[in-house]
Structure formats: C-alpha cells, structure tokens
C-alpha cells in the first residue's frame, strides 16, 4: 500500500520551496526586466498551485467508499493531478512561451543582473532540495515493489510523487535553460537570449504537462494491471481447488492501491449449487491474499461441459 503519510510530506516539501522562489522569481524578475526569470516565476507558481492540487487528491482520495460510490474514491488522485497538467502548460507554457515572443518582438536590456543571477542559484538549491525528497520516495517505493528507480518511475500508477519529481526535474533544467539565457545576454548584449531561453522553458512545460495530463488520461479512463500481474492473478485462480481454468479475466485499477478483479472461470464438471458458492469464497480469499491490493473481486462461474 501507498504511504499516504510520506507522500503528503513529499508534496509539502516541494510546496513550500516552490512557494519560496516563486516570490523570489517574480519580485527579481519584475525588477530586472527578464523574460526568462518571470518564465521561470510563473513555473512556480504553477506548480505551487500544483501542490494544492496533490494534497487535495491525497486527502480526497481516503475518503471512504458510499452509496454514490460504491467503489471509493480512488480515483480522485488521477483527476487532481490532470488539473495539475493543466496547470503546469496553461500558468506554466502558457505565459512562458507568450512572454519570450513579447521579448523577442520587444526587446530591452535586462537590469541587476547579480540579483538575477542570485536568485536563480539560490532556486536551483531549494528545487534541488525537493528534488531529492521526491526521488528518495520513488526509491524507497521502487525497493517495495522490486523494480529500479527509473522502471517505478515509469510503471507507478500513484501521480503524487511521480508529479513532484517530473515538476521538480523540469524545473532544474529550465534553471539552467534561463542561467543560460541570461549568460549569453550578459556576453553579448542581446535581448533574444533571453527571449528565446523563455520559449524554450516554456516548450519544456508543454513536454511535462504532456506526459503528465497523458497518464492521467489513460487512468481516468480505466487501465488494466499489467500484463504481468494478470498473469499472477489468473495463475493464483487457475491453482484454486474446484477452478478447471479461467476463461476471461478483467482488471481495473479503481486507485493507486486499488484494483477490481472480474473473472469467468470454468468449474470442474461434479460442481453443485452449495459448492460454487464455497468455491467463490475461496477464490476470492485467495486473489486477496496473494495480491493485497485487489479490493474488489467478482467472479463468474460456469460448469464445464461435455
């Protein structure tokens, strides 16, 4: 199961240093004139609201199930971190790209250059803070479940700490994307520079909000486990005692720890009435033990025939 506790502290941490610079980038950026640091100070800004967003699909989500919803609110988790890929490429992209192309079109010497330069160094430490935080989480997660970091980070169906780390790594490299603009610029004395390093953040945002508002996508819709774990639980069926095979198998995922399982299995030929229902029972207890998180277990038997 999810440590709801260490994620809710994974969130917070990146909040409150998002939540930091953000004001930083913005007073500094507003001050200076540069198009790549106010970029940079709607990223954060976008991503603290992101935050917001997580702690409230991390509260939502533990809700229990009810009338309305029978299957709990699990689910909850996907759509607040889809808002928060709509976060990220409307406050984040959005602003970004447009104040590049306002630079480009009117360009101006950027001022306090030291002060910029500061506060970019100064973000790069309370991003790279989070960061760790974020990638600590996956890694713990990842030695839970047996995988590397990089295949948890692409196979885990829980958004919290999979957003924080995409935002957190975006916006380390859209630092040095607007460290780099404002370098050229000091060298050469040109405004494309930086308009071109807001462009180029906000193309980054546009990846990440992509990737992100993709996978809450496919969860929202309803994704199947994967292949392997099929396999597991249709193997767990097939060995339990009264079960000849499983002739369909569904999976749904209702949450990052949640998963419904309907199965229509051939019985052996000698099954009665009183028997199925034993058998039903068994195999439901079963599936849940070898696989704890299969809340939900609906299974079809049918008789075999000659």
Same mark, same amino acid.
């Given at each position: ?15 409150g240093a998002?939540l930091?610079?953000a ?17 940079e ?8 609201l992101?935050?917001?967003?997580l ?6 989500? !533990?809700?229990?199930?009810?009338a ?7 689910m %909850? &988790?996907y759509?607040w ?10 406050l ?7 104040e590049g192309?306002?630079t480009?079109?009117?360009p ?5 250059l030291?002060?910029a330069?500061?506060v970019?160094?100064?973000?790069f ?10 990638l ?14 990089? %295949?948890?980070?692409?196979?885990t ?10 935002e ?14 404002l ?23 546009v990846?990440v909000a ?8 496919s969860?929202l819709i309803?994704v ?5 774990a099929?396999r597991?639980v &249709? ?10 095979r499983?002739?369909?198998l569904?999976?749904?995922r209702l949450?990052?720890d ?5 199965? &229509?299995v051939?019985?052996?030929?000698d ?6 229902e034993?058998?039903?029972d068994?195999?439901?207890q &079963?599936?849940?033990?070898?696989h704890p998180?299969?809340?939900?277990v ?6 075999? !025939?000659a």
């Open positions: 199961m999810a440590d709801d506790g260490r994620a809710q502290a994974t969130v917070l941490v990146a909040g998002n930091a610079i004001v930083a980038k913005v007073v500094v950026g507003a001050l200076s004139g540069s198009s790549a640091l106010l970029s100070g709607a990223h954060s800004v976008a991503d603290t992101n935050q917001v967003f702690l409230a699909a991390i509260k939502r989500s !533990r809700k229990p199930a009810d309305q919803h029978p299957f709990g609110y699990g %909850e &988790r759509f971190s889809l808002l928060a890929a709509v976060g990220i490429f409307v984040g992209a959005g602003f970004s790209v447009y192309i306002h480009l079109l009117n101006k010497a950027v001022e306090s030291p002060w330069f500061g970019l160094a100064l973000s430490v309370f991003e790279g803070v989070s960061w760790v935080k974020a600590h989480q996956l890694r713990g997660e990842a030695r839970t479940e047996r995988r590397t970091t990089v %295949e948890h980070l692409v196979k169906t829980d958004p919290t700490a999979k957003t924080v780390a995409f957190d790594s975006a916006a380390l490299v859209g630092l040095l994307i607007a460290a780099g603009g370098g050229l610029h000091a060298l050469t004395g040109s405004a494309v520079w930086d308009g071109a390093a807001s462009i180029l953040i906000g193309l980054l945002l990846v992509g990737a992100l508002g993709a996978q809450a996508k969860n309803g199947a486990l994967s292949e392997d099929q597991a &249709r193997a767990t069926i097939d060995a339990s005692p009264g079960v000849d499983v002739v369909e569904l999976t749904m949450g990052p949640e998963v419904l399982v309907a199965a &229509r051939d019985v052996i030929d099954t009665t009435g009183g028997t199925l034993h058998l039903s068994d195999v439901e &079963r599936v849940r033990d070898a998180e299969v809340l939900h609906f299974l079809d038997p049918t008789p075999s !025939r």
